[in-house]
């Protein structure tokens, strides 16, 4: 409970500094979490490896680690340098995530510099894609299909109806950006998306979608 309490906090904090980057005033709820992770939940006893972007105070982390194997590789790459610090506080301190720790590397940078040996069976991404400039989104977009093993899995989310909405209410020249984003987010989903899922017990409700590529 206190730590929910403390990651409450320090997203809020974060968001009222960085909101572009955050893009949420409160971490996803454990509903999200479980349908982001649900292809990985399904994962055989073959070693995997796991990329997670912007995880934030770790909601999603900590439920891809109970999915977690001792020959598995996670990575995690996040921008904001409280939000690494407090993934690699819980690493070494909270038992839960303890026991994955040795097969768990958390990278502070932008996901467009993080380069990897191999590519990944499960990519998990909290990033609000609809803050970003549409350069920055079309570069993330390619970085997912890079990092991404032919045949894996991509999951992410976003907040239902809020592309619809900021195109119809967005106003001046984020307008442009925002039109823009959203055909780079219809193509790439149109292209590529498997399945989604609706998740209306979170704060917005969001859609995950789940894509791959071969």
Request: charged fraction near 20%; proline fraction near 6%.
């Amino acid at each position: 409970m206190f730590q929910t309490f403390r990651d409450n906090v320090l997203f809020f904090r974060e968001f009222s500094r960085h909101f572009e980057t955050t893009g949420s005033i409160v971490p996803s709820s454990r509903f999200l979490a479980a349908a982001i992770t649900r292809h990985l939940a399904r994962r055989s006893d073959s070693p995997i490896r796991v990329l997670e972007c912007g995880p934030g105070t770790g909601v999603f982390t900590n439920q891809i680690l109970q999915h977690l194997q001792a020959h598995d590789t996670f990575d995690v790459v996040e921008l904001n340098p409280a939000f690494a610090e407090v993934l690699r506080s819980r690493l070494a301190t909270d038992r839960r995530w303890q026991a994955a720790a040795n097969v768990t590397t958390v990278y502070q940078m932008p996901l467009q510099e993080f380069a990897s040996s191999a590519p990944y069976d499960f990519i998990v991404s909290g990033l609000p894609h609809i803050n970003f400039p549409t350069a920055i989104v079309e570069q993330i977009l390619d970085c997912y299909l890079r990092l991404l093993k032919p045949g894996g899995t991509l999951s992410y989310f976003e907040y239902m109806y809020i592309r619809p909405i900021r195109k119809a209410a967005t106003l001046g020249i984020d307008r442009n950006r925002i039109l823009e984003v959203d055909a780079l987010m219809n193509a790439h989903l149109g292209k590529h998306r498997v399945c989604r899922d609706s998740i209306l017990l979170n704060a917005p409700p969001a859609w995950v979608q789940h894509l791959t590529h071969q």
